[in-house]
């Protein structure tokens, strides 16, 4: 899953970001409200941490703009500021929820989680497709019971696919989804790491679910 980060406190930032790919995420981070409000008009991010201090454009200024522009991303906002009042501010911006600093990195992650599972049908903290089932908070992975050992990387693959069962995803969403703009991928990464994740998905079972749409993409099938 890919995320915006914009917060202009450099140092708590790379900690943030740092954080973040460590559960799994791609991060790519802003350091303004420009800067944020541009990337977050240009990509497609699953969620965005929005600072609400920030330099030339501060963070309720921008979360109103991105959803005058239909940016229906889910926005957490981060401030130091805890009255009722600012909280209401936040939310009526059109922000998802609000984290008041100093916070713990866990509850972030959590509140990242509980987001991210709104659209689902099913409320529990996994993701159940079919027999693969995946824990986004601890990146425990099994198949027909099996337990299956993933690197973050693919797990953050699985998750995407896992969200999005039975649709053709191509290249380009499952790249832009997965990986952030830092990383220097080539031209056959996507094609790369699907094979990866077959080779312990799909090989040691009867079942394969994971399709190669020819000239198109991907699809995770789930069994009828």
């Not at 202009?8 to 943030?16: T, V």
């Not at 703009?65 to 401030?79: C, D, F, Y």
């Amino acid at each position: 899953m890919r995320l915006l980060l914009v917060e202009d406190n450099r140092r708590l930032s790379a900690a943030l970001k740092a954080t973040l790919c460590d559960a799994g995420y791609a991060v790519d981070a802003a350091y303004d409200g420009p800067e944020g409000e541009a990337l977050a008009r240009a990509a497609s991010y699953d969620a965005v941490i929005l600072d609400v201090m920030l330099p030339d454009r501060d963070g309720l200024t921008v979360c109103r703009s991105l959803r005058q522009w239909r940016v229906n991303a889910p926005i957490i906002m981060l401030t130091a500021r805890d009255t009722v009042r600012d909280r209401v501010s936040g939310l009526d911006s059109g922000a998802d929820d609000y984290l008041v600093k100093p916070f713990a990195l866990g509850e972030l992650l959590a509140r990242l989680r509980a987001l991210l599972r709104r659209d689902m049908d099913r409320k529990t903290g996994y993701l159940e497709v079919g027999d693969p089932r995946l824990d986004p908070a601890t990146h425990d992975v099994e198949r027909a019971g099996r337990p299956i050992e993933l690197t973050p990387r693919l797990v953050a693959l699985l998750e995407y696919f896992m969200r999005h069962p039975n649709q053709v995803l191509t290249r380009d969403q499952i790249e832009s989804h997965t990986w952030s703009y830092d990383f220097e991928a080539s031209s056959n990464v996507v094609d790369v790491y699907v094979r990866r994740l077959r080779l312990r998905i799909d090989d040691p079972f009867e079942t394969r679910l994971l399709e190669t749409v020819r000239g198109v993409g991907y699809r995770l099938r789930v069994p009828s």
